[in-house]
């Protein structure tokens, strides 16, 4: 089967960002986004995913972390619909619960060319680390909607607001994992012909 790998990169005013995706890889990552907690995040996503990933990010945190983050979960987002391809043989759709102490966490997913967000989780703190809270669902925003992918995140319940956005993101690298698998035997996982 053809390697499913990209090589994206984004300057802007803002940022500048390098990224390496490999679908088919074994979890490894190299993350340096300047914003410690979100590198913890993207390195727990990339492992759960089964998925090489390496990100070098130089942006403007000296205003804020809003441009770093979105703009790495846009070019997060077409590499992995680039390194998808046509989509040929694979599961297409992916649900993983992830407890982490007192919190659980869901994330569905449909690789359907449709990008669509539902986002349901409250935080209680401003910042985990130097990572924003309310940046948590504009990552997954801009992820989905580069990705073209539907994405539903909640927590079910929780009180920490680590463990909450831990949950989530390792829910997103498993339910990734199952919807990248493919099977020759799968053909396009669509009645249309095509995704």
């Given at each position: ?107 569905s997913l449909d ?38 992918i539907t994405l539903?995140?909640k927590v079910l ?39």
């Amino acid at each position: 089967m053809i390697e499913r790998s990209s090589k994206r990169e984004r300057i802007t005013q803002e940022t500048s960002i390098n990224l390496e995706l490999n679908l088919d890889g074994s979890g490894n990552s190299q993350i340096n986004t300047g914003i410690g907690f979100f590198d913890h995040m993207l390195n727990l996503f990339a492992f759960n995913g089964k998925m090489d990933l390496k990100v070098s990010a130089k942006g403007d945190l000296d205003v804020c972390d809003h441009h770093t983050i979105e703009d790495i979960g846009i070019t997060l987002g077409e590499a992995f619909k680039e390194a998808l391809g046509d989509k040929a043989g694979i599961n297409r759709y992916g649900t993983f619960y992830v407890p982490m102490d007192e919190t659980l966490a869901l994330v569905s997913l449909d690789i359907s060319n449709r990008p669509y967000l539902v986002f349901d989780c409250d935080f209680k703190r401003e910042k985990v680390g130097e990572m924003s809270t309310e940046m948590v669902v504009e990552f997954f925003r801009a992820f989905a909607f580069n990705a073209g992918i539907t994405l539903h995140l909640k927590v079910l319940y929780g009180e920490n607001d680590h463990h909450k956005i831990e949950a989530l993101f390792k829910a997103l690298g498993r339910a990734i994992k199952e919807a990248k698998f493919r099977s020759e035997e799968n053909g396009i996982p669509s009645t249309k012909g095509r995704i």
